[in-house]
């Protein structure tokens, strides 16, 4: 490498520390993070001056090709700090602008400024996640406790509020653009586990009411795993995180007078539950460096999840939902790299719905109380039609890169360019033909139809 060697136009560094040498005097150690962009000025270091006990040398290098407004959330960051959720992106919560939210049921939505969450996109490997048909911003991520991504595949990421490039598209608030882990020439593995049950908390005022606690739990564990196929060649990493939860909740009514005259075997059904949630992720990724010019990489994530709701404050467990909320994806690169050029070739495919579904079928019946405006006392029986919906997104993508740098008639300008087809088949359903509601009335002279 010689003075002033733009790191970018190398094409296959990946983030991480590098050893640098350009001759006698110019070494140094070198820190990439993720979608940055370093020029170096590998002139002969000044010696070491010594002043007093302080040592001071001039090896940091700063970002000067951008005008993004970013700030990078380290690997360590992610490792090491406690959260409460294993969702990677709470972190972002520390950039100022962003903010991680995580309402009283778990669910979880991250916001960039004054804009809503839908505004946001989050990258993988340079692949948006953008939800297209449902709330959240990104795919999978709308009222859910569940996580976009194992946080154990992700190296670090970068967190962009304003400024951002061409390359980030479908976006009005903030950018994610997170890196995935690969495999090594060694191999590394490591895992993790939580716990807490019912007698690790307090009992809530329905179970003290009840006189016992509905057994609850909170479970959540993975692994990773990589290493070389083929050493210096081929590479791998794989991953897996799950999460079971059962959340305390309690079915109240929505009108205190007119819960005192339900039948009884409707008022019975208030009282302590629990809302049910499992979800599995599983991401795997391959890398091939057949020359020193090329890399190729296939990597799949797949996202299973299911979760009950629509139980609470007039509304009794047996008119819960359940939603399935899915999503896999597949890419595959090509990085090439040439002597005054970089092009990347990327294929994608995506199959993400979210579709909730009533838990039973067959009549149910919301019963209020006239005196209040027809006020709700309590939903009980097979869910309303209006609950069953399914919403999907599925196609495939094709993008390619090509970046120009170096050429004698650039002089120190980058030219890029390239193309991007998308074709996303798009599924909105919003209500089913089943289950129908009956309502009653509750008055002080008794219930009618």
Same mark, same amino acid.
């Given at each position: ?81 406690? #959260? ?9 919560? @520390? ?6 939210? &995580?309402?009283?049921?778990?669910? @979880? ?19 948006? !996640? ?39 598209? !479908? ?36 179970? &003290? ?41 309690? &079915? ?53 999840? @299911? #979760? ?28 090439? @790299? ?31 109380? #006239? ?79």
């Amino acid at each position: 490498m010689g003075a002033g060697t733009d790191l970018a136009a190398l094409g296959l560094f990946r983030d991480g520390t590098y050893r640098v040498d350009a001759g006698g005097g110019t070494e140094k150690n070198v820190t990439l993070t993720v979608a940055s962009t370093i020029t170096l000025d590998l002139q002969p270091q000044a010696p070491t001056e010594e002043l007093a006990t302080v040592t001071v040398r001039t090896t940091r290098p700063t970002e000067v090709k951008t005008s993004e407004i970013a700030t990078i959330i380290p690997q360590v960051q992610t490792d090491t700090i406690p #959260q409460i959720t294993r969702n990677f992106l709470e972190f972002a919560d @520390t950039v100022p602008g962003m903010a991680f939210i &995580v309402d009283k049921n778990g669910n @979880t939505s991250l916001r960039g400024g004054a804009q809503n969450d839908s505004a946001v996109n989050v990258f993988i490997d340079g692949v948006g !996640q953008k939800n297209y048909v449902k709330e959240g911003g990104v795919a999978g991520q709308f009222f859910t406790q569940g996580n976009p991504f194992p946080q154990l595949a992700i190296g670090e990421y970068k967190v962009i509020t304003s400024n951002y490039k061409a390359e980030y598209d !479908q976006i009005t608030s903030a950018a994610v653009t997170a890196e995935t882990k690969s495999g090594a020439n060694e191999f590394h593995g490591e895992a993790f586990g939580s716990f807490t049950g019912q007698n690790f908390r307090a009992a809530t005022p329905a179970e &003290v009411h009840a006189g016992q606690k509905t057994p609850t739990s909170d479970k959540e564990f993975g692994a990773a795993f990589g290493g070389p196929i083929i050493k210096d060649r081929l590479h791998f990493f794989v991953t897996y995180e799950g999460k079971r939860f059962d959340t305390p909740i309690a &079915v109240t009514p929505g009108n205190v007078l007119g819960a005192s005259r339900l039948p009884a075997d409707v008022a019975a059904q208030f009282g302590p539950s629990s809302l049910p949630f499992k979800e599995d992720l599983y991401f795997g990724k391959v890398e091939w460096e057949p020359t020193d010019k090329d890399r190729f990489v296939v990597s799949a994530k797949v996202r299973l999840e @299911t #979760q009950a709701t629509n139980i609470g404050v007039a509304k009794a467990a047996s008119t819960s939902v359940v939603v399935e909320n899915n999503d896999t994806r597949v890419d595959a690169r090509w990085q090439h @790299t040439g002597d005054r050029w970089f092009n990347e070739l990327l294929a994608t495919f995506e199959d993400a719905f979210n579709a909730p579904t009533a838990r039973t079928f067959g009549n149910g019946a919301y019963y209020t109380y #006239q005196p209040n405006q027809d006020e709700l006392v309590l939903n009980v029986g097979p869910a309303s039609p209006l609950a069953t919906q399914n919403k999907a997104q599925r196609g495939p993508a094709i993008k390619d890169d090509l970046t120009l740098n170096g050429l004698q008639w650039l002089g120190d300008h980058i030219i890029k360019t390239g193309f991007k087809l998308k074709r996303v088949v798009l599924t909105a359903q919003d209500a089913a033909d089943i289950n129908p509601q009956f309502y009653y009335d509750v008055n002080p002279t008794g219930s009618r139809f």
